[in-house]
T-cell receptor, first 114, second 114 residues
Framework: QQQVKQSPQSLIVQKGGISIINCAYENTAFDYFPWYQQFPGKGPALLIAIRPDVSEKKEGRFTISFNKSAKQFSLHIMDSQPGDSATYFCAASPHQGGSEKLVFGKGTKLTVNP | DSGVTQTPKHLITATGQRVTLRCSPRSGDLSVYWYQQSLDQGLQFLIQYYNGEERAKGNILERFSAQQFPDLHSELNLSSLELGDSALYFC?????????????FGPGTRLTVT
C-alpha cells in the first residue's frame, strides 16, 4: 500500500523554467513532510521540509506548498538550472511512538535542459 | 557531505551468504535509520534505533537484523541472501528529539547478490 503518491514520474523543463512536483497522502497522522534530492550514485539529500501548521515554506529557489485539507503538498523549483537535474522524493513522517520513520513517494526524475 | 558514513560502498556476494553493513551517524545524533532502495520498491524504511534501543520496525525481513552499539554506530546484518536482496542500503541519522526530526542520509552501500 503506497501511502505517499508522487507525480509525475519524470519531468523535463527548460533552463529558467519552473519545475513542479506533486505529492498526496492519506494518513492524517503524518505531521512532517520533507523533500529529498538524489543524484546518481549518491544518498538522498534533505532539500526542504514543512509541517502542517504552515501552508508554504520557501528556501532560495525551492518552495513547498502545503494543502492540509486536500492532503497534498508540492515542490516548486524556480529558475530551474541544469544542475537541478536529479531525482526528487517527497516523504512523510507519522511521528508515532517516538519514531520519525519516513514514508517515501516513488520519486520524480527531473531533467533541466540548457 | 551529510556527515553520515557507510561502509563498504560496494558489496558483491553470492546467494545464501551473510553480510554486514556498517553505519556511523553524524556527531551528536542518537537515532539511526536503515532504508532499502530498489527499482521496484523505491525507498523503504527497514528499522530505527535510538540510543542503542530498537524504536521502530518497518518492512524488514526476518533474515535481516540490526543493532546499534554504545558508540552509536549501527550494523545491518543480512543473511541467507537472495537475488532479490540486491539493492542500495542507506543509513540515515537524526538527533532523535521530538522537535528536531531531520534525517541525514549516508552515501549508501550497493549490495549485489549473484
Amino acid at each position: 500500500q503506497q501511502q505517499v503518491k508522487q507525480s509525475p514520474q519524470s519531468l523535463i523543463v527548460q533552463k529558467g523554467g519552473i519545475s513542479i512536483i506533486n505529492c498526496a497522502y492519506e494518513n492524517t497522522a503524518f505531521d512532517y513532510f520533507p523533500w529529498y534530492q538524489q543524484f546518481p550514485g549518491k544518498g538522498p539529500a534533505l532539500l526542504i521540509a514543512i509541517r502542517p501548521d504552515v501552508s508554504e515554506k520557501k528556501e532560495g529557489r525551492f518552495t513547498i506548498s502545503f494543502n492540509k485539507s486536500a492532503k497534498q503538498f508540492s515542490l516548486h523549483i524556480m529558475d530551474s538550472q541544469p544542475g537541478d537535474s536529479a531525482t526528487y522524493f517527497c516523504a512523510a513522517s507519522p511521528h508515532q511512538g517516538g519514531s520519525e520513520k519516513l514514508v517515501f513517494g516513488k520519486g520524480t526524475k527531473l531533467t533541466v535542459n540548457p | 557531505d551529510s556527515g553520515v558514513t557507510q561502509t563498504p560502498k560496494h558489496l558483491i556476494t553470492a546467494t545464501g551468504q551473510r553480510v554486514t553493513l556498517r553505519c556511523s551517524p553524524r556527531s551528536g545524533d542518537l537515532s539511526v535509520y536503515w532504508y532499502q532502495q530498489s527499482l521496484d520498491q523505491g525507498l523503504q524504511f527497514l528499522i530505527q534505533y535510538y540510543n542503542g534501543e530498537e524504536r521502530a520496525k518497518g518492512n524488514i525481513l526476518e533474515r535481516f537484523s540490526a543493532q546499534q552499539f554504545p558508540d552509536l554506530h549501527s550494523e545491518l546484518n543480512l543473511s541467507s541472501l537472495e537475488l532479490g536482496d540486491s539493492a542500495l542500503y542507506f543509513c540515515a541519522s537524526s538527533v532523535g528529539s521530538s522537535v528536531v526530526v531531520e534525517q541525514y542520509f549516508g552515501p549508501g552501500t550497493r549490495l549485489t547478490v549473484t
